[in-house]
């Protein structure tokens, strides 16, 4: 999952609106990094976190909307108030608990991939295309391959088809549906590389009691095996469960 690569922390001291009871809780995503997140044919926010979150909010009888953000701002705008919770595919890292609060995981800790046009690809010194303000992008910056950045996934990948980039690093569960449906044009290259430590939503520091709401949901879909059955259904029979 992606990891954002905060450049200060000082959003931490930005005030924040108190949980009142009854409001509409509106649900921060990208909509752009399927299955975990996207726009379907209909123009449609979907995927398994739009899934689970709406399952989530049922559970915890709250009546929520969803909003999309773009992926570099996604964060400092959830501290603006400009919406409540992030599911976006976000690891929970010590660096953006300095900024905002998480829930308990609701996606056990996965890898993250390179995905090239060739066995061959320099992953050492070779450029390597991730996603801007990621910790993919983070890991490469640290090195001694060369980074080249995108605002969006599709964009990194297609850095790799057009010759651009030696390979792309991103989550592998995001990239492995690409590369089975490239018909051998990509492919997965070196070893996979363990990043993070789970996915959980996002909220702001000040919201603890909708924080409890959430935890308790994500508590019981654990518990009675609705959360294992979704993951299956969106990452397939081998993806990591509880």
Not at 51 to 61: F, I, P, S, T, V
Not at 71 to 86: A, C, G, R
Not at 110 to 135: H, K, N, R
Not at 175 to 189: H, I, R, T
Request: hydrophobic content about 40%.
């Amino acid at each position: 999952m992606k990891k954002i690569i905060l450049a200060t922390a000082a959003l931490a001291l930005t005030g924040t609106m108190a949980f009142a009871e009854g409001k509409t809780i509106r649900m921060g995503t990208e909509g752009a990094y399927p299955p975990y997140n996207y726009l379907n044919d209909d123009g449609k926010i979907d995927g398994f976190e739009i899934e689970l979150g709406n399952e989530l909010c049922k559970r915890a009888e709250l009546k929520c909307e969803w909003v999309t953000n773009e992926w570099d701002s996604i964060i400092p705008n959830l501290v603006s108030s400009n919406y409540d919770t992030i599911m976006a595919g976000m690891s929970i890292t010590d660096e953006r608990d300095e900024v905002i609060d998480f829930t308990q995981d609701y996606f056990p800790p996965t890898a993250s991939a390179y995905v090239a046009a060739s066995e061959g690809a320099d992953l050492e010194s070779g450029v390597v295309a991730a996603q801007t303000s990621t910790i993919q992008a983070g890991h490469i910056a640290a090195s001694g391959a060369q980074l080249v950045e995108f605002a969006t996934p599709e964009e990194t990948v297609a850095a790799v088809r057009k010759g651009e980039a030696d390979a792309v690093f991103a989550d592998k569960d995001y990239l492995a549906p690409l590369v089975e449906a490239s018909g051998g044009e990509l492919m997965f290259v070196g070893p996979d590389v363990p990043l993070g430590g789970g996915i959980g939503m996002g909220l702001r520091e000040s919201d603890t009691e909708l924080k409890a709401k959430f935890d308790a949901a994500i508590t019981a879909m654990k518990a009675d095996g609705t959360l294992n059955t979704m993951l299956k259904k969106w990452f397939g029979e081998e993806t990591a469960a509880y």
